[in-house]
């Protein structure tokens, strides 16, 4: 949610400001906003409601004097309305200072009381406007952003990241962050701040990390970190991986559709480097250690939404390959279920952001409780990595759309891999048995590259159901996992009844639901699956086709019995039953975006949805 940036230095803040928050976008947001530093040190605001292109036009009527320094910002409403008033930057100091907030002050309206009886007066809805005035009261008194900065923060309860500038202090942008993301952009005479590395890829991949709780100076010739207190902090350097290119659409229609296609390449960079000669090779868990992993009794894995589908697949591969109980939980439920966990108790965090709040509460919590944290991740410098014991990284590349798809796949494929590493390490399979496994896994690239063959299908089916207001989808075993992920993906996108269902729980309820014409995705088990599942869901299909359910079906090439029953059938190459949801799950993925787009919505930006869910 919300996204920021900031900058100082000799080019135009203004295009600076504008090019970020473009990249930001994908954050989710309801209204835009900037504030500049002219030349002559006057500042200048303009905000919208609405999209960025709001702003844009709005600049374009009545533009903004330019300047060296600047903050700008993407709002996604928590306190307030959605409109030009509650938009951001607020203002302090007499107008002459300006600031904006992702996240949430929980003791603003204690703190708006106390400056309400000193003679303030307040022109928004917002939490964030408090601190813009209590940040100018503070500059007043000690003539030190930091510091003013500084003071304030000790008084704030919740989560924040904050940005501001003031006329006094041309050139100079403060920041600070708890329990929220900011990072910093090192540029050649000039400097960055971010909610995330996008809003400055363009310009630099030079990047460092700003921990919890610190405070961040940027000069167009220095940058300064130091903790609430003051204390200097030395921040890690790292380098952005991908470049700005990777981060636009490429000639795609969406950025969905060119993460879809994405896929493949999402699950190879995701094994890369983490194969050697038929061996899992995980140097990124030295950290915990191949002894302490070994004595784990228990896994709790901590995700939300997307995320948590990815785990309940890594449930079904760990339990298998290295006969440990995992347990799947929403970040959000753990740790107010007080969870028994311990030492010997490893709990896996699975978040694309690395900032989802939710999720980061969650570690924390988990950390103080003495339990061993590891953290899946897409987004190096996040803040869930930084809290974590180790973290595995997935390499797949910026996911901008909102509704996640490469970043499923590649999360579903570091937890295959943490599972062999566990195997090996809990000495559950030999040598020769992972190498088995891992021959698989790394066809499983190809193999997804031959089911985005069937997507013009997939479209077909998509546009002749657009008016469809519900659809239901069934799954068993690992299958189960993909039917959820399938009807998420509809009710972010589509904005219909969606439902995933256990398929052996059809029969204890759900069949209610089915009636003539009913939609019903059916991911069916392999005929070769050593569990027998296969018969069980073709007895499923004959029950909903026998209630005038139009069944489509997603199974493997050749499966006779789900091409005789199904009126439509979507198939998928041959594949060991832990693998195939890694190919089952991408009709599912192209089928939400053709169907949201048959419907003439926005598949890139689904309303009242963020990206990165950064409050909890």
Known sequence: MCGIVGYV??????????????????????????????????????????????????????????????????RWATHGRPNDGNAHPHLGDNGKLALIHNGIIENFSELKQELLDAGETFTSETDTEVAAIMVGREFRATGDLAEAMRRVVARLEGAFTLLVMH???????????????????LGDGENFLGSDVAAFVEFTRRALEIG??????????????????GNDVEPREFEVEW???????????????????????????????????????LPELDPIGDDVLASIDRIVVIACGTAAYAGLLGKYAIEKWARIPVEVVLSHEFRYSEPVIGPR??????????ETMDTLMAVKYASQ??????????????????????????????EVAVASTKAFVAQVTALYVLGLHL???????????????????????????????????IKQLATWMADTRSVLFLGRHVGYPVALEGALKLKELAYIHAEGF????????????????????????????????????????????????????????????????ADEVIPIPLAPPLFEPLLAVVPLHIFGMELASAKGLDVDQPRNLAKSVTVE
């Open 423 to 457: 195997a090996r390490v809990r000495e559950r399979l030999s040598a020769h048995q992972i190498a088995e496994q891992v021959s698989e896994l790394q066809q499983i690239p190809a193999k997804l590259a031959d089911v985005l063959v069937s997507s013009e299908r």
């Open 243 to 281: 470049d700005a290119s990777a981060a636009e659409k490429g000639g795609w229609s969406s950025f969905m559709a060119k993460e879809i296609s994405e896929e493949p390449e999402a699950v190879a960079n995701t094994l890369l480097g983490r194969v050697v000669e038929g061996a899992i090779h």
């Open 167 to 185: 006329e006094d202090v041309p050139g100079v942008v403060v920041g600070a962050r708890r329990n929220s993301p900011l990072v910093i952009g």
């Open 502 to 565: 256990a398929a052996g729980e059809l029969k204890h309820g759900p069949i209610a639901l089915i009636e003539p014409g009913q939609i019903v995705f059916v991911v069916v088990p392999s005929p070769r699956d050593p569990l027998s599942l296969h018969p069980k869901v073709i007895s499923n299909i004959q029950e909903i086709k026998a209630r005038g359910a139009r069944v489509i079906a997603i199974a493997e090439q050749g499966d006779t019995a789900a091409i005789a029953l």
């Open 369 to 398: 409780a003495g339990a061993r944290v590891l953290s899946i991740c897409n987004t190096q410098g996040a803040t869930i990595p930084r809290e974590s014991e180790a973290v595995i990284y997935t390499h797949a590349g910026p």
């Open 345 to 354: 108790t490893l709990v896996v965090s699975i978040s694309q952001s690395g």
């Open 212 to 229: 919890q709780d610190q405070i961040v100076t940027i000069r167009p010739d220095s940058v300064v970190v130091t903790d609430f207190d």
């Open 9 to 74: 230095g000799p080019n135009s803040s203004l295009d600076v400001l504008l090019a970020g928050l473009s990249r930001l976008e994908y954050r989710g947001y309801d209204s835009a906003g900037v504030a500049v530093l002219d030349r002559a040190g006057h500042l200048g605001t303009r905000k919208r409601a609405g999209k960025l292109v709001a702003l844009l036009d709005d600049l374009e009527v009545e533009p903004l004097r330019d300047g060296e320094t600047g903050i700008g910002h993407t």
